[in-house]
């Protein structure tokens, strides 16, 4: 075959009509090239005949020997057994599902072949519903020649359709097309893409199942290196392709941040200025900034986020600013207002549960661009949301979006007076092999230093069985002037039966302590009666803030030094040091208390461990980068953008540093290979851009 399997479409291939082809597209396979990169996602050996007696229960192999004996056994269920011997040792065959044919044929003296996964039985190995076959002379004896490769299928896609097609496909594997430099294979001694695909596919009998399991083998390292390398060369376009776009130069002489930060009761820390003026060379060139604010929690992401704004709204334009939930939402409101209001600058606010004549007030502020700064949830971003002339989006906690809403958000501003500036904060620290793969679209700035004069967190870990101490050192706190948050995390299912078991909580403590004042906040109040309590909590009018997991992001009590965290062990460690962030804002020695209920799994005591050791949330996230793998810390398993065919972010992180000069390179001598092996790997490129 003499075509480019890149644009031949699966319909070539024999027994692929259109309702065959539309089904394979629900794989996402278009090509016979997409055919081809479908690899097998694990392998099966029946290669060979293994020894029964060399069987261990969790091997899956093929085995042959004669039965001794076939009965019907009636127990709690009905089934029928096999027992059959090759000589090193006995298995049991079983079946729940039977004819009286299939018995016959297991009779005594006939010789089987079967292939199944061995578990422990009462008194032999196993092997429950094993495929099966009859051998000897006259029947069919071949054993496979290849591994056995399994596809994930699809309905009415199934598994030998899929091997009949890559073997189609593999007739024209040949021209598949190298786009890796000659000189770089070579120097790596990575095997060939040809090489890589033929073997995957259909793996010699000699390779070992174990080794591509893992997929530590030459050729999938390949072909991980290629396809980590396809997801950095896709950000590094969408990169591209932002920076051709027009932003206004937002050049000031800097009066409205003088005149804020000599406001301000502190001054900057060298970490906050030298982000700040990182910022500020972004803001001053017509590209669309694209940077990424990292600074641990409590590290001063605020005023750094105003600094920004005030140099938009100086140079004329507007700002929104938002964040993932009402709560920080409104906080951020209450501190721009009382920072921006007295300078005369004018803010409004914008969230869902906004009444409508007031949502309308603010609509129509930001539309005729007398409101120069907004603060608000996504409600920001909805299509009646007209800005006048939007100059900077700033989206705090950014990975309570995940990565997909921020590639649309950013689309969302743009408008005839240019494409925005936008700077993206959060408090999740990303590695940085990570940060390559996904944030490689974005420039980054952290915050490393905190503010002077924080004392850092005492965590202790406490069984829930000696609540009574942790409830006596709350009012000990208490009457020292402090305050406590105590963050009740339920076990219950559903939001109302949490807000329930919390106002519980908040009864139980209040009669606890008759001389302090507790207040309760959960999701389901209203905003306003959540806003006052928290006002009230933030003024020193409540001793002790009953809370859920409402709290979590960004809430500033300065005052506040004691976090108590109920089953602390239901929670993820990005979420605790998020949680235990709120205390140690002050100068005061805080404390940290999580208790947990027994008996603790083993990940659960490793968490707990992890925060009573550490307060640095980079060694926190490289903890629970490990614990929960990629996906679910950078919120991007529901949005596809993490999963790949083949690389893995953690295992294969050694392979980054290369893929990024590879990635360079490629840019700079071979720029035309870059879209063909986007779309190897990824598909259709737009799909990144476009949401
Ligand atoms: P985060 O980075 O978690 O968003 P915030 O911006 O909420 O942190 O700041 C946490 C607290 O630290 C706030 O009370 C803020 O006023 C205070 N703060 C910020 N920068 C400084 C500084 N340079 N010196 C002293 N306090 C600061
Ligand atoms: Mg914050």
Known sequence: MSADPASVSVTALRGVGSKVAAKLARLNLHTV??????????????????????????????????????????GRRRSLLSRISDGTGTVTLRFFHFNAAQKESLKRGAMVRCYGEARKGAATLELIHPEYQIVGPGFNNEVEEHLTPVYSTTDGVHQLKLRDLTDQALRYVAELREWLPADLLEKLELPTLHDAICLLHRPAADISVHALTDSRHPTQQRLAFEELLAHHLSMRQLRERMQAHHAPALQTAGQLQSQFLQSLEFSLTNAQQRVVNEIHADLVCEVPMQRLVQGDVGSGKTAVAACAALAAIEAGYQVAMMAPTELLAEQHYQNFRNWLVPMGINIAWLSGSLKAKARKESLSSIEDGSAQMVVGTHALFQDEVCFAKLGLVIIDEQHRFGVHQRLALREKGNSEAGHPHQLIMTATPIPRTLAMTFYADLDSSVIDEMPPGRTPVTTVVIPDSRRDEVVQRVEQACKSGRQVYWVCTLIEESEALQCEAAEDTAKLLAEALPDLKVTLVHGRMKAAEKEAAMLAFKQGNIDLLVATTVIEVGVDVPNASLMVIENAERFGLAQLHQLRGRVGRGSHESNCVLLYRTPLSLRARARLAVMRETTDGFEIARHDLEQRGPGEVLGTRQTGLAEMRIADLLRDQDLLPLVEQTAAQLFQHWPEHVSPLVRRWIGDAQRYADV
Do not use: C, N, W
């Open 33 to 74: 090239q997409d055919i081809l990169f479908h690899l097998p996602f694990r392998y099966e050996d029946r290669t060979r005949v293994v020894p029964i007696g060399s069987m261990r229960p969790g091997d899956s192999a093929v085995i042959q020997g004669e039965v001794l004996l076939t009965e019907i056994k009636f």
